[in-house]
């Protein structure tokens, strides 16, 4: 198994910058991809980005694209979340998660171990 603690998040001002950290212990080499996640009050939970433990191959929602950047320190088994230009539509809880495949990684149901989540409220 795998263990997710995130950390780094906070409230912020519209249009400013936050990172989120993902700390992965355990057995991460059977989770070759971490994924960011999303819950907002009344809304489901929904993909934000992911990226390979191996080669850095990222993915990320369109909603996202541009603005954050997710990227891994294999020595520091952690992956970082930079958010840039925040609005306040991107307040939510945030979790990282961890899936043992390297496909479809968009889909909720493709991921195993889930962190607790960091909170981000991004204000007018």
């Known amino acids: 198994q795998v263990q997710l603690v995130e950390s780094g998040g906070g409230l912020v001002q519209a249009g400013g910058s936050l990172r989120l950290s993902c700390a992965a212990s355990?057995?991460?080499?059977?989770?070759?991809?971490i994924g960011w996640f999303r819950q907002a009050p009344g809304k489901e939970r929904e993909f934000v980005a992911a990226?390979?433990?191996?080669?850095?191959?990222?993915t990320y929602a369109d909603s996202v694209k541009g603005r954050f950047t997710i990227s891994r320190d294999n020595a520091k088994n952690t992956v970082y979340l930079q958010m840039e230009r925040l609005k306040p539509e991107d307040t939510a809880a945030y979790y990282c998660a961890a899936s043992g495949t390297i496909v479809n990684v968009a889909t909720t149901s493709r991921y195993d171990s889930w962190g607790q989540g960091t909170q981000v409220t991004v204000s007018s």
């Open positions: 990226v390979r433990w191996s080669d850095s191959s990222t």
């Open positions: 355990g057995r991460t080499f059977r989770f070759p991809t």
